[in-house]
């Protein structure tokens, strides 16, 4: 018995020791590894990477920056039968245990004795909680040490933050597989919804993606994705969380995700889409633009955009066709499966509704096409085939392109096409309508060039085209090519005489011209654009309208061009213009949209304005970091609702870069252009519409820049490497940018009303001979012209010349040529 007794006493204490022993250890053990742990404070202060989301002004998506595609939401947001879902996947006793979860754990480590030396992956019992310690404060090793530090981080967490916080940690950051971090986005990328359209059938999809998303891939691994899927599916039912009926509908549910696309969201909005980054990634840096979670609005009105893309593009192929078709693009062998091989040719992705296609066979009267196949989630060519025909009438304009010459029109559809030809095609119309099954060839233009839309009182960019295609090129034309604006400069000229004492009907001599460059440089002779015609004395109103240089050249000279230079870095143009007298002419290299806002700044009354492509940016918390519009709003803040109070008023502090008077005169004389002179066509739009055409030495560069009471717009077009764009008036400005002006702005003002432009305070509008500029007598109106003049300015009472200098330099008063329709008057002189 004592033997007994002393035994029992012997493993008390061996049991005792032992104890304290391993109680030392693990305390040991925690304390080892509780030194080196990261500090767990760090997740109150946590902002995960967040995506910049862009919108047009009607609040739709135009794009998305981010190196992790991540959207942040709250846990308040987070429909309940997502957290269900992801609950049932990973952790279905997450709101019951302290961090870790012993019964998974011991389930975890009978797997890994049983599975011990099979160099198999451990089995993991991580709760929510572990995962966010692992992700956000540790690495992705495998091995006892790292899941001890997790263990013990979880319980620091549980003991630190709410649940509530912790299973938000952890739905914003996990990684779902292409692309898409966190919920928000992974519903996005997967099946373009937000998190409160998701079905039962898509919230447990994503919820059985953070183990393993690239396993469980919806194409490649589609059956595996599906029965993954249905687990989850399983445990919601099981945990009571979704009825019977809704799981056997979930699990019949086919798995169907969609291709959503990284680049731009809006047709026709790409290049506008990547000046805005651009912008951004100036004002903030990377890290802002693609981590920051910035929200644009940006100025893109999208209806306007596609109008502009439209008549843009209808341009460049109207011409590019006349010059002849260049055959096709590619040759390729239709035996077997052509369109597996058609499928590798890189296509152009946003010229719809272009398609490629290849040509199977060819008659005289048709050709038929087979059109290349798309692709599926996982990259796979789609199996089904789509063919049309392409009639007579579809390849009507394809002459042969033959250098200078084109050849003749084709009679035979096999004439233009042959097996194997790789090109474009489109629905033929007739009658404005589609025919079934048939289609136009087509074929990429050459030329290119650009338009900005901009709203002349703010600045702000309603719609810009860089050029034909921004999947074909992204050198943005419209803020990027530099190019000669020609003719349509002279307004800029024409506003700084008029702005220093001249009038509309200053007269200026229309005569040959020489100038001494000076230096060795020789002797330049400005010509007309109808060389060798020249019609003596005409006043600026006719000069501007016929666009002559000889006049703007001697408007030049008498102004001088410091000055010229001064008003063109105002209207920003140019930042310097040299001093020479062919920049008066529009030698200089400008943009799109320098020109655009210049003109914007004439039609508002000469107002400066900044052109802009944001609105305004806000940052991942709503707080408002950039607005575009500075005006101060006085009496807009009325605490305490209306009570009879004055009407708010917008405080405009912008700089006055041109007299408001001046600013109507030359509308007024770019009127007479669009209505009888270079740009007839614009008058086709049926408002009031001023502006300039301009066409540069060669034909290399064809402009027109004008616009309304609401909208201005600049246009080119031109060669990228620049070229002539042909002979005569066929290669002008008013033959080639004036049409595309005039079928964007028939569909951009399309729903305004004819509304004139605003005649300012102190305008005199008076009679005066259309031709020669002076007064009307009384009674007289046939050939006259209401005439706007300053105050204390009118139009001649007799004749003077500017261009003639007498032997001292004088610019003496000349008599007109007796048939020049001009007449001397008696009285004493105007201001010229």
Known sequence: MRFLVRFMGFLFAAGTVVFLVGVGAVAGLIWHFSKDLPDYSQLQDYEPPVMT???????????????????????????????????????????????????????????????????????????ITQQVAKNFLLTNEVSFARKIKEALLAMRIEKTYSKDKILELYLNEIYLGLGAYGIAAASLVYFDKSVNELTVAEAAYLAALPKMPATLHPVRNRDRAIERRNYVIDRLQENGWIKQADAEKARKEPLAVTNRSNGAHTFAGEYFAEEVRRDIFERYGE????????????????????????????????????????????????????????????????????????????????????????????????????????????????????????GRAPTAVSQVLQPGDVIYADPLYKDGQPVEGQYRLRQIPEVSGAMVAMDPWTGRVLAMVGGFSFDQSQFNRATQAYRQPG?????????????????????????????????????????????????????????LRQSLNTVTVRLAQDIGMPLIGEYARRFGVYDELPNYLSYALGAGETTAMRMATAYSMIANGGRRVKPTLIDRIQDRYGHTIFKHDQRECRGCDAPGG???????????????????????????????????????????????????????????????VGFSPDVAVAIYMGYDKPRPLGRGNAATGGHLAAPIARDFLKLALADKPAVPFKVPAGIKLVRVVAKTGMRAGPGETGGTILEAFKPGTAPPDNYSVIGVADADGRMPQQPPPPDSGFFMRPGTGGLY
Do not use: C
Request: no cysteine.
């Open 487 to 543: 003719s349509s400069f002279k307004p800029i000229v024409y506003s700084a005489a008029l702005d220093n004492g001249y009038t509309p009907s200053t007269v200026v001599l229309d005569a040959p011209i020489e100038i001494d460059q000076g230096q060795g440089a020789g002797v330049w002779r400005p010509e007309n654009f109808s060389s060798g015609k020249f019609q003596g004395p005409v006043t600026l109103r006719n000069a």
């Open 287 to 406: 890290k802002k633009l693609y981590e920051g979670g910035l929200s644009v609005r940006t100025t893109l009105d999208p209806k306007i955009q596609v109008m502009a893309r439209k008549a843009m593009v209808s341009g460049l192929v109207n011409y590019d066709e006349q010059q002849g078709y260049r055959g096709a693009m590619s040759k390729l062998d239709i035996s077997g499966d052509w369109g597996v091989k058609l499928a590798e040719i890189k296509s152009l992705s946003d010229i719809s509704p272009w398609r490629m296609a290849v040509v199977l066979e060819t008659s005289d009267q048709s050709a038929r096409i087979g059109f290349q196949p798309g692709r599926e989630l996982g990259g796979a060519v789609s199996k089904q085939r789509e063919t049309g025909i392409v009639t007579l009438d579809g390849v009507r304009w394809a002459r042969a392109a033959q250098g200078a010459t084109k």
């Open 642 to 704: 209306w009570k009879n109070q004055a009407e708010p008023q917008l405080i405009d502090r912008r700089e006055q870069v041109l007299d408001s008077m001046t600013a109507y005169q030359i509308t007024e004389l770019m009127e007479g252009v669009v209505q009888a002179g270079t740009a007839t066509v614009v008058r086709e739009v049926g408002k009031p519409i001023a502006g300039k055409t301009g066409t540069t030495n060669e034909a290399k560069d064809a402009w027109f």
């Open 53 to 127: 989301r862009v919108h047009a002004v009607d609040g739709s998506l135009l794009g998305e920056y981010a190196k992790e595609r991540r959207l942040y939401l709250p846990i308040q947001a987070v429909p309940k039968l997502v957290i269900n879902a992801f609950l049932a996947a990973e952790d279905k006793n997450f709101y019951e245990h302290g961090g870790i979860d012993y019964t998974g754990m011991a389930r975890a480590g009978l797997v890994y004795l049983q599975n011990y030396g099979s160099n198999r992956r451990p089995q993991g019992a991580s709760t």
